[in-house]
């Protein structure tokens, strides 16, 4: 699948207008907090599969099908999507691919419904039962505000959708149509807490040779006496649960990945992610995150490597001057193919400077300039 070429920004969150031009295949992203980075990420991560209102429902963390009892409701996590000082709800931005532009436009009008106690119970994942007496009384209704949703792809509208405020399970609407909008792209984003999580993508590893010993050498990074790591079923679990175990010359029997540390669980994730996101995407927010300084050379090689080996565009955040200097150097022949991209707020707008791997390199040793 062709590389992202360009991205354009009109209005997404805390971003007004920012246009990156020119992207490579590795591309880091830096730059202020709050000044847009991992609204970049977000963006590139909905562009998988922007005319499903699915892709969206994620952007705001939420579990697919469990009720949420506490925290946002799916009303506020998608409201806050939008820029919040316009009136305007609008999600607008075009991404360049080879010789395509694809624009994606998400609005939103801000509505009211009435709706009985049962149906708006129904809607926060509550249930409401009556007795037989009860039956025979008026319904109480209720004015719920609600967000009146639609996604267009270049022009045309790809889905609609509605929300209503204080709804709390959101199972979205996916209306099949006989007209394909757009090719779906692998995207894979990892949070900078993820590894905490445990969700990883090892199957495929564990499936390749070459991968497997590659991924267990630079683990020795973090535990020079590693022998192996595989998948163990555990009846305690549940039928076709079980957890990822490592084996070592120092302990006699295998321990779960989640008795190590955050470094050995990221490194494990980044190289599952990696082999996940062949053909496509790999978007990593604060990627150093977890990583100690003695290993960075050895994993972010691999990545860097493998990323290329693999046709892997790749976004990377960061606030670390270390961690940026490591990735800039630990890869020279990769270089050509990386550019750094520092995002400045100003105003109403976001600008950015944007600098090859080798002007970078320049600047920051030669110069003593700033990147981040």
């Known amino acids: 699948m062709d590389l992202i070429s360009g991205i354009e920004i009109k209005s997404f969150r805390g971003i007004r207008s920012l246009k990156l031009d020119n992207l490579a295949q590795i591309n880091i992203l830096t730059g202020d907090n709050n000044c847009g980075k991992t609204s970049v990420l977000e963006v590139l991560e909905s562009f998988g599969q922007p005319d499903d209102f699915r892709t969206w429902r994620s952007l705001i963390r939420k579990e697919s099908r469990t009720p949420m009892p506490w925290g946002i409701s799916y009303y506020e996590g998608f409201y806050d999507l939008f820029d919040i000082n316009s009136s305007q709800k609008v999600i607008d931005?075009?991404?360049?691919?080879g010789n395509n532009k694809i624009g994606i436009l998400l609005t939103a009008t801000e509505l009211e419904e009435e709706l009985t106690e049962e149906e708006y119970n129904k809607i926060q994942g509550l249930t409401f039962v009556k007795d037989d007496k009860e039956e025979t009384l008026s319904e109480n209704y209720l004015v719920v505000p609600k967000l009146e949703m639609e996604i267009k792809v270049n022009?045309?509208?790809?889905g609609c959708d509605a929300i209503y405020e204080g709804q709390r399970r959101y199972l979205p609407f996916r209306k099949k149509t006989a007209e394909d909008f757009m090719k779906h792209r692998n995207c894979v984003y990892i949070s900078p807490i993820?590894?905490?999580e445990g969700n990883i993508f090892l199957d495929q590893v564990l499936d390749d040779p070459e991968l497997y010993e590659e991924m267990l050498t630079v683990l020795r990074e973090f535990?020079?006496?590693?022998?192996?790591?595989?998948y163990s079923y555990d009846e305690n679990r549940g039928v076709g649960r079980g957890v990822y175990k490592i084996l070592t010359k120092s302990l006699k029997k295998a321990l779960p990945l989640n008795m190590y540390g955050d470094g050995m669980k990221k490194a494990v994730l980044l190289i599952s992610a990696v082999i996940k996101a062949q053909n496509g995407v790999l978007l990593l927010d604060e990627f150093e995150t977890a990583i100690h300084t003695s290993a960075m050379d050895k994993v972010f090689t691999w990545i860097l490597k493998s990323c290329k080996k693999l046709n892997v565009q790749v976004f990377l955040t960061s606030h670390s001057k270390e961690a940026i200097d490591r990735i800039l150097k630990c890869a020279p022949e990769i270089r050509k193919d990386m550019a750094v991209y520092t995002l400045y707020k100003e105003s109403s707008e976001t600008s950015v400077r944007r600098l090859t791997a080798e002007k970078a390199i320049e600047v920051q040793d030669d110069m003593g300039l700033e990147l981040r």
Request: charged fraction near 30%; avoid cysteine.
């Open 194 to 196: 993820r590894h905490a």
């Open 155 to 158: 022009g045309k509208s790809a």
């Open 93 to 97: 931005y075009t991404i360049e691919t």
């Open 223 to 230: 535990d020079e006496d590693i022998v192996s790591i595989n």
